[in-house]
């Protein structure tokens, strides 16, 4: 188990604190199957928001906020009743757009992971008001709980009134729900082939510009990251930084990324090539591939 644990299960309930601890000696990438989450409420006797609100530090300790060393935790409960931790990430000597805010990172989190729908978002601040325009991308807007420690349960149309979404531009389904885009690659890479799926994935129904990043790191292990676009735009989710951040939940150093590979269609509106590589540069010096699909 890693040291910086121990401080965080010393201030939790001892119950939930012996059964974390459990966990926690194994490699730990911030998820609670919808098993083990009904687990830590038997052994803890928290149930529902009181668990997640106490597991909160436990999703913080996953913030890499070199700027602002403010450490965001977020939980997403998914559809199938998982818990996905999010945290928030800041790139150094980067300007802050490049940032993944807290409850972008525990969504994509989920999102990632299979997961089509999110009913609940818990966090240890109030969303500012990128995250609520993220989160009101989501097609369980209307049902979507956000639970915060001092304000209990609200909807997002607390956070977010009068609402500009998808609907305003058109778009009837939404970010976890898309119809996937029909892409075809003339590449047998074992990275282009995972790009190209993650990027059929991908969210962008705004400007019809899919794109995906795959990180390789030296033992092998792959991160993905899908691009997710958001109706006001600029709350939209570069497929870069969510593949580091991905890589930011299991733990892993940046410096161990080998092989950074970008997917995105040629000669689409927007091209995501110049931020992804300004982004791969403030945390390693390798290269960024690019390769360019197709529309099928």
């Excluded at 349960?153 to 531009?169: D, E, T």
């Excluded at 885009?181 to 799926?197: G, K, P, V, W």
Aim: proline residues 5%.
């Amino acid at each position: 188990m890693k040291d910086n644990y121990q401080a965080i299960l010393a201030a939790m309930p001892q119950p939930l604190a012996q059964s974390l601890s459990q966990r926690l000696s194994q490699p730990f990438a911030g998820h609670f199957s919808a098993a083990e989450r009904q687990q830590l409420e038997q052994d803890s006797g928290l149930v529902g928001h009181d668990l997640l609100l106490a597991l909160l530090p436990l999703a913080a300790d996953f913030a890499f906020a070199p700027v602002s060393n403010f450490h965001v935790g977020a939980i997403a409960v998914g559809a199938s009743g998982a818990l996905y931790f999010g945290a928030n990430m800041e790139l150094p000597e980067q300007t802050l757009f490049h940032s993944v805010h807290g409850e972008q990172s525990a969504i994509s989190h989920a999102w990632l992971s299979g997961e089509s729908s999110i009913s609940d978002i818990v966090v240890n601040a109030s969303p500012c008001g990128h995250c609520r325009q993220f989160m009101n991308e989501l097609t369980t807007l209307k049902e979507l709980q956000i639970t915060l420690p001092s304000e209990g349960s609200k909807g997002l149309s607390h956070y977010l009134p009068y609402a500009f979404g998808p609907k305003n531009l058109g778009i009837e389904f939404g970010l976890m729900s898309a119809p996937a885009h029909q892409l075809e690659l003339d590449n047998s890479d074992e990275l282009a082939q995972l790009a190209l799926q993650h990027a059929s994935a991908s969210y962008a129904p705004y400007s019809n510009s899919p794109s995906a990043v795959v990180l390789e790191t030296a033992d092998g292990r792959r991160f993905c990251g899908r691009y997710a676009e958001n109706a006001a735009f600029n709350p939209s989710l570069p497929p870069m930084q969510m593949a580091l951040n991905a890589l930011a939940l299991q733990k892993v150093e940046f410096a161990e990324i080998r092989r950074a590979m970008l997917l995105e269609v040629e000669a689409s509106d927007i091209s995501q090539v110049r931020a992804s590589k300004s982004a791969l540069a403030a945390v390693c010096n390798i290269e960024l591939e690019v390769v360019f699909g197709h529309q099928a």
